[in-house]
């Protein structure tokens, strides 16, 4: 995806609003003190998306949003296992090491983390764009990450080929990822929303 | 173990393998299908990394020739007979069509799994090619093996081990 500066500085203002607008709901959501890192944006050809999470059998924990009303995609915020527990301690105010076992506490945890943030990325595009857009109820998986985005890339496959991966990271100790992967048309929706802001 | 030559067979593509120290590869399979395709006598192999059913989906451009069920088994097939194997010798073994979001359950397109493994199946009835053995559908990801010395094939999955198709 070929963007003009303008169209980039567009982009990675909504997505930087859409993690502090994350970072707020979190806070409130754990009582304590959670910060979104500033986020490095890329695009990245959809078959390559296994190696962001260190290979197509390397075990990652992922919580994937879908997209849906007028523009269409998926949300994906993915974690190495254990970044994902620390990221379940540091939700719980629990001391970090607490968590080894990903139990229902713990999954319903960073299930909503997908779920704020997923929201608040669609509240970010709409603001921008007048177009309605609404996340599905979060899914947690723990399995391949070729397995997980293999999946998701499949249905893009169908209209396009790369997809948007925002690196970022949770009060700067644990890192994960967001990968934004509108469909073609949903994409090119969304530049021409990005293209109209000055 | 640590002499075979390990080879990724990656998203849409086929490989081909005559040298026994070779094993081919699809890591991490959701929704697509691995497929090993074997010859036992002059052991000659082949793997495809099916993604999609149907090249009817395509968008017109050039798709890498293991993209979809039905182009993938008939290039797997034409590049097996290519290299030496026999048509009517060629077992298949097959792995993947899982459904990852099953929960999400509201997407259609994200069934493609189930879609993936009928067309598989539906594709070697065609070709007249026997498939053995099958680890496919349920809601998590595989990795699929073909050793090309012995022919054989195994399945490993996060948390439920390895097993031998």
Redesign the interface.
């Known amino acids: 995806m070929k963007l003009q500066p303008s169209q980039w500085t567009a982009l990675e203002q909504m997505v930087t609003q859409a993690l502090a607008e994350s970072s707020r709901s979190l806070s409130q959501m754990t009582t304590g003190e959670i910060r979104l890192d500033a986020p490095q944006l890329s695009f990245v050809p959809?078959?390559e998306l296994?190696g962001v999470a260190g290979?197509?059998?390397?075990?990652v924990t992922a919580v994937?949003v879908?997209i849906?009303g007028e523009l269409q995609g998926h949300v994906i915020l993915l974690f190495q296992p254990k970044e994902a527990r620390a990221l379940v301690d540091l939700l719980l105010g629990h001391p970090a090491g607490t968590c080894r076992e990903l139990d229902e506490l713990g999954r319903s945890a960073l299930a909503e983390v997908g779920n704020i943030c997923g929201s608040a990325f669609m509240n970010a595009i709409a603001d921008r764009s007048g177009l309605e857009v609404k996340p599905?109820?979060p899914?947690l998986?723990?399995?391949?990450?070729?397995?997980?985005?293999?999946?998701?890339?499949?249905?893009l496959?169908?209209?396009g080929d790369e997809a948007l991966v925002i690196a970022t990271g949770f009060n700067g100790a644990v890192p994960g990822h967001f990968l934004l992967m509108p469909n073609t048309e949903s994409m090119a929706r969304l530049i021409t929303t990005l293209e109209a802001i000055r | 173990m640590s002499d075979r030559r390990l080879e990724?067979v990656?998203?849409?593509e086929l490989k081909v393998a005559d040298r026994p120290d070779q094993v081919l590869v699809c890591?991490?399979?959701?929704?697509?299908v691995g497929l090993a395709l074997y010859d036992p006598v002059v052991r000659i192999g082949a793997m495809v990394h099916v993604?999609?059913p149907d090249s009817s989906?395509g968008?017109g451009r050039e798709a890498p020739p293991g993209k979809y069920a039905d182009t993938g088994v008939e290039a797997a097939v034409a590049a097996l007979v290519d290299a030496g194997a026999s048509r009517s010798r060629l077992i298949a073994k097959a792995a993947g069509g899982?459904r990852?979001?099953r929960?999400?359950g509201?997407?259609p397109?994200?069934d493609?799994?189930a879609r993936n493994t009928e067309a598989v199946r539906a594709a070697l009835a065609r070709h007249q090619i026997r498939l053995v053995a099958e680890d496919m559908g349920g809601t998590?990801?595989?990795?699929l093996q073909l050793f090309i010395e012995t022919g054989r094939v195994l399945v490993s999955t996060?948390g439920r081990g390895e097993h031998e198709l």
């Open positions: 959809l078959r296994p290979g197509p059998d390397h075990v994937y879908g849906e599905t109820p899914v998986l723990e399995d391949m990450a070729g397995a997980i985005l293999q999946t998701v890339a499949t249905d496959l169908l209209t | 990724a990656g998203l849409g890591y991490g399979l959701g929704s697509c993604v999609l989906m968008r899982a990852m979001l929960l999400a509201s997407n397109q994200l493609i799994g998590y990801g595989r990795t996060v």
